[in-house]
Nanobody, 130 residues
């Protein structure tokens, strides 16, 4: 399993920005899918932004395109994943989870959404936009 340690999150007013960070380590795979999901109260967990740690090309949910930016930096055997969130609105309020799917190379928000039962999860960090 991949160990995922998150930081960032918090409360911000509409139009503001936040950055989430996630350190991924412990995988026997050199490259795999990494990304962020979110879950609002009463709603299903949804993929927000995903990339393959090897090529770094991100895939975004339509609701965040143009506002969120996902990047990954490899440091030794770890991946440092960042989600820059700009122009936040109240609909972005949710618990955000860092996610890793090893043994899978098709890293898009659509495919990751179908892989939920195979995903390793971080502990979650709350984002509140008012």
């Amino acid at each position: 399993d991949v160990q995922l340690v998150e930081s960032g999150g918090g409360s911000v007013q509409a139009g503001g920005s936040l950055r989430l960070s996630c350190t991924a380590s412990g995988s026997e795979y050199s490259n795999y899918c990494l990304g962020w999901f979110r879950q609002a109260p009463g709603k299903e967990r949804e993929a927000v932004a995903v990339l393959h740690s090897g090529d770094g090309r991100p895939s975004y949910a339509d609701s965040v395109k143009g506002r969120f930016t996902l990047t990954n930096i490899k440091v030794d055997l770890k991946n440092e994943l960042y989600l820059q969130m700009d122009s936040l609105n109240p609909n972005d309020t949710a618990m955000y989870y860092c996610a890793a799917r090893t043994g899978w190379a098709i890293c898009t928000t659509q495919t990751m959404s179908r892989q939920i039962k195979y995903i390793d999860w971080g502990q979650g960090t709350q984002v509140t936009v008012s």
